[in-house]
């Protein structure tokens, strides 16, 4: 069963003869509980197709369909409530707020939304991610590794339909990178949720489901690694 579907998307920057294409009419689905890998060289057009299935930039044309749900067709406010609902975001830098400590960057979603905390589904996440002894450590206080565990557990807390990554090991050793990578794994198949990981890293990669391959803003190979 598809829980995202994408058709057509295209996304230009500039007008006239300066126009750039950075998306080119792109189609891909994706079923709840699947693992995809997007590679591609820079500039080939896949951090432009996340940014458009998170919702965060819109296309210039084309639609993006996440749990039924057109998302292009709603308002910003009724776009932020459906992405903090629907969709995990886990960035490369982590984007944690400085002054919250772990447990707050996790429940931010949940604040933001004005919904009670579920401190119980808060505690399991803290003991999935390996950070209960870390919870009131502030961003500055964590290693690289940890800040980016808690940036997983804030994708996780609202269980969203998709979790997108983009580039998450890109600035973790190879320790913290792996543990990452396993982390965004278990909660794929604990929780069922498609996963999405843009990524150069081909060992990361090959552990997906399949990898979509973007050049110059189109897909040109869509492999099944493992059913």
Same mark, same amino acid.
């Given at each position: 069963?598809?829980?995202?579907?994408?058709?057509?998307?295209?996304k230009?920057?500039?007008?006239g003869? &300066?126009t &750039?294409?950075? /998306?080119d009419?792109?189609? /891909?689905?994706?079923d709840? =509980?699947?693992?995809v890998?997007?590679v591609?060289t820079? +500039?080939s057009?896949k951090?432009?197709?996340? #940014?458009?299935? +998170? =919702?965060?930039d819109k296309?210039t044309?084309g639609s993006?369909?996440?749990?039924?749900?057109e998302?292009f067709? %709603?308002n910003?406010?009724?776009m932020?409530?459906?992405?903090?609902?629907?969709?995990g975001?886990?960035? %490369?830098?982590? @984007?944690?707020?400085?002054t919250?400590?772990?447990?707050e960057n996790?429940? *931010?979603?949940c604040? /933001?939304? @004005?919904?009670?905390p579920?401190h +119980?589904?808060?505690?399991?996440?803290?003991?999935?991610? =390996?950070?209960t002894?870390?919870?009131? #450590?502030?961003p500055?206080?964590?290693?690289?590794?940890q800040? %980016?565990r808690v940036?997983v =557990?804030?994708a996780?807390?609202n269980d969203?339909?998709?979790? *997108?990554?983009?580039?998450p090991t890109?600035?973790?050793? $190879?320790k913290s990178g792996?543990e990452?990578?396993?982390?965004l794994?278990?909660s794929?198949?604990?929780y @069922?949720?498609a996963l999405?990981?843009?990524? #150069?890293?081909e060992?990361?990669?090959? %552990?997906?489901d399949?990898?979509?391959?973007? $050049?110059?803003?189109?897909i040109?190979r869509?492999?099944?690694?493992?059913r």
């Open positions: 069963m598809a829980v995202l579907e994408v058709k057509d998307l295209t230009t920057y500039g007008k003869s &300066v &750039v294409t950075a /998306l009419c792109v189609s /891909l689905s994706v709840k =509980g699947e693992f890998a997007i591609g820079s +500039g057009g951090s432009t197709l996340m #940014h458009l299935i +998170g =919702g965060v296309p044309s993006v369909v996440i749990s039924g749900k998302i067709k %709603q910003e406010s009724e932020a409530i459906f992405r903090r609902r629907n969709i975001i886990v960035y %490369q830098f982590y @984007n944690l707020i400085p919250l400590t772990a447990e996790i429940l *931010l979603p604040l /933001l939304d @004005n919904r009670r579920d +119980g589904k808060l505690k399991k996440i803290l003991e999935t991610i =390996g950070l002894d870390r919870a009131k #450590h502030l500055n206080e964590l290693s690289g590794g800040q %980016q940036a =557990g804030r996780l807390i969203p339909a998709i979790i *997108l990554a983009d580039e890109g600035n973790l050793d $190879s792996k990452v990578i396993d982390l794994k278990l794929n198949k604990m @069922n949720q999405i990981i843009i990524t #150069h890293d060992r990361i990669a090959r %552990q997906a399949r990898i979509i391959t973007i $050049s110059d803003g189109r040109i869509d492999e099944v690694v493992r």
